[in-house]
């Protein structure tokens, strides 16, 4: 008996399935259809599109850098603003930041640091978004207080920041400027002492930290602090 009711149920279910299959049927297959032309036009259309775009930005981009080379810095800069329009990948990024520094370069330190800020937000890489944050902060630091300058260089001085080092060393610059002898004394000294610190800002640190020692004599020369510790 139990086998009979299994069988019957059986029969029940196929039937509601035949009906639901007659009833949607259509819907189902045009579904399925349209998830099969999705992925053709992805692969057909959508990726070739954008690799070609990919490959123009690189040729204009290689196109503006030869005009900033040549010294046609006006037609530099109209190329890279094109490259930024039509694009927003990291050929984009990399046209900010050159005009950027075609800016700086002129001494409109206000837009340089702006336009590399715009390049920080628009970069999806960790690194090239810290990276134009220090530029930005390099070219705009003596335009900004000393408050200032800490609230935008401290959070970049983390342990985990890949420019810390030069971070550090603008805190230790506006703290010199300032008049905080004992911070730049601590940041002057941390780069001097830090084994990772690169090669160029630790010989900057070094100058600093003699500067430091004309300004308030009797502190430790660079090389006494390394015997101190």
Do not use: C
């Not at 094109?82 to 330190?109: C, W």
Request: charged share 30%; net charge negative.
């Amino acid at each position: 008996m139990a086998d009979i009711f299994s069988e019957v149920e059986e029969e029940l279910r196929r039937d509601k399935y035949n009906v639901l299959l007659r009833r949607y049927g259509l819907w189902i297959a045009g579904a399925a259809f349209l998830v099969v032309l999705a992925v053709a036009g992805y692969e057909l259309i959508w990726t070739p599109w954008q690799a070609d775009k990919v490959d123009r930005a690189s040729t204009a981009y290689q196109a503006a850098l030869e005009q900033q080379e040549a010294g046609n810095i006006e037609a530099a800069d109209a190329e890279f603003e094109e490259i930024i329009a039509d694009s927003h990948g990291g050929y984009a990024v990399l046209a900010l930041m050159q005009r950027a520094a075609i800016a700086a370069d002129e001494g409109d330190a206000p837009r340089a640091a702006a336009l590399y800020e715009q390049a920080g937000d628009m970069a999806d890489e960790s690194a090239l978004r810290n990276f134009a944050r220090i530029k930005a902060l390099y070219v705009i630091a003596d335009e900004l207080s000393y408050a200032e300058l800490l609230d935008r260089a401290e959070p970049m001085a983390a342990s985990d920041n890949p420019f810390r080092f030069s971070a550090r060393e603008l805190i230790a610059a506006g703290a010199l400027k300032e008049g905080d002898y004992d911070r730049a004394r601590e940041e002057y000294r941390f780069l001097n002492l830090a084994p990772e610190t690169p090669p160029g800002v630790r010989r900057r640190a070094q100058e600093g930290m003699a500067a430091l020692n004309r300004m308030q004599p009797g502190g430790s020369t660079p090389n006494e602090e390394q015997s101190e510790e």
